[in-house]
């Protein structure tokens, strides 16, 4: 038997993440959505997916898909170049295949897989409708805290604004 070295099992490791992360950008584009594959190991230490959010109506432009671990999970990303931010959110594919063969008796590893399928891009595809939402919402609340304020933007100084300190005696 031959020994492996620490530096083969991660460049196999690597190679798996990539493989999975290309089914999940056919399984996206299939349900009609943009990716683009940043998946080239040579020029990146870590190979991600991009997924386009469809409506561009939200502050970012996508999510970004990367394998961290065993699992799989998403970051809310400005541009598809640009790093990540914000909380990662799991995508537990693997999981769901094996809910869905053992929710139902007839559900054979075809017919789970393709649950599979249509459940992930419809939580792709929520994921970034309840984003536009929140974000909506949130701009929603800043204009009537304005409003609220008598029309004036409210200001917040930090400890360093030494002008309330200043003062006429005349």
């Not at 537990?92 to 809910?99: K, L, S, T, V």
């Amino acid at each position: 038997m031959k020994n492996k070295s620490f530096g083969d099992f991660v460049d196999k490791k690597q190679r798996e993440g990539v493989r999975q992360l290309t089914l999940l950008k056919k399984l996206l584009e299939e349900g009609g959505l943009k990716v683009e594959n940043f998946l080239d190991t040579d020029d990146r230490d870590d190979p991600y997916i991009f997924c386009f959010m469809p409506t561009r109506n939200g502050s970012f432009d996508g999510i970004r898909i990367y394998k961290i671990g065993e699992s799989i999970a998403f970051r809310i990303q400005k541009e598809n170049q640009t790093h990540p931010y914000g909380s990662a959110y799991p995508l537990p594919i693997e999981d769901m295949f094996y809910d869905f063969l053992s929710d139902e008796d007839d559900v054979d590893q075809k017919k789970a897989g393709k649950k599979v399928i249509d459940y992930v891009v419809k939580e792709v595809r929520r994921f970034f409708d309840k984003s536009v939402e929140a974000e909506r919402e949130e701009r929603d609340q800043a204009i009537d805290q304005e409003k609220d304020n008598g029309g004036n933007p409210l200001v917040r100084t930090t400890g360093t604004d030494y002008s309330s300190l200043v003062y006429n005696k005349a």
